[in-house]
Each structure stands twice: as C-alpha cells, then as structure tokens.
C-alpha cells in the first residue's frame, strides 16, 4: 500500500534496483559510508568507515542537502538523512561494530 508518509524528509521510497546482477536484493553486508554533508550524528565518522545494512527499499531524495551519506550498492544509496532535528539512519547501527556504537553516542549527545 502506497502512503504519502510524514513529509518531513522529501523523497520517494522505491526497491533497490542495482546496475550489477550480481548484486543480490535484500542488500545485507558491510558497507563502506560516504559523507557528504557534516552533522553531530558524524562526528568522529569518516569515509570509508562501515556500517551494516539489510534492505530492499532506497531512499531517492529530492534535496541532496538532506542526504549526509551514501553507499554504493551498485548505485548510490542514501545511507543517512537529516534536517532540523531529524535524523535517519538505512542501516542498522547497533549492529555496524564501533563505526554504529559511535553514531549512538553522538545521537545521544547531541542537542539540536
């Protein structure tokens, strides 16, 4: 069932279609971040660092400025998403070792 959602990030919600054949739907494994735009949530976060997804759906946003980080995946995909004092994460930190432990902290630190 298609719903218009909350509407505080926008975008459209769509299933991982990737380029490679050889890249298997659900998308689950480490994965390499790739920042684009600085915020709390990221502090002592760089690129390279890797986080831990399982997932079929992408975010396509339509305001690069919400997107902090990205994945390849055979395209890019939205990892992290935020605004105000909104945040989103596409992968699971509790499981993504040190590179997740350190988001967590940072999350409950910051102070928006």
Sequence with gaps: EETDGLGWIDGEVCK?????????????GWNTLKIENEHPILTGIFNGDHVYFVHSFQLILKKQEQRLAYTDYGTDITAIVGRDNIVGLQFHPEKSGQTGLKMIENFLSWRP
């Design 16 to 28: 991982i279609d990737p380029t490679d054949e050889n890249l298997k739907i659900p998308h689950m």
